[in-house]
């Protein structure tokens, strides 16, 4: 059965680079499937914040498109996010998720990031 697991810090400070990791256990990567990241704000709505597909394209949203990078790493069936130049609005909690390129439809648990300013 397929996992997806969050991993990063919990804490990063203004102008620097959050990076979060999601290994993926019982599915490899470069089989199928696109590989989101997502995020929902404090009391607001989710926001799609990119994917890395099987095949290791990426597209992003075109709001965070130019502090947004996501790479993989196929040794570790990981792929990682790097959000540059963060401020507190960037405070969340993140997901990756797997599914089709417009529904990503299995979730891993969360992680919540604070940015401190």
């Known amino acids: 059965q397929v996992q997806l697991r969050e991993s990063g810090p919990g804490l990063v400070k203004s102008s620097q680079t959050l990076s979060l990791t999601c290994t993926v256990t019982g599915y490899s990567i470069t089989t199928g499937y696109y590989w989101h990241w997502i995020r929902q704000l404090p009391g607001k709505e989710l926001e799609w914040i990119g994917y890395?597909?099987?095949?290791?394209?990426?597209y992003y949203s075109p709001s965070l498109k130019s502090r947004t990078s996501i790479t993989w790493d196929i040794s570790e069936n990981h792929f990682t996010l790097q959000l540059t130049s963060v401020t507190p609005e960037d405070t969340a909690a993140y997901y990756c998720a797997r599914g089709s390129s417009t529904n990503p439809s299995y979730w891993g648990q969360g992680t919540p990031v604070t940015v401190s300013s």
């Open positions: 890395i597909t099987y095949s290791g394209s990426t």
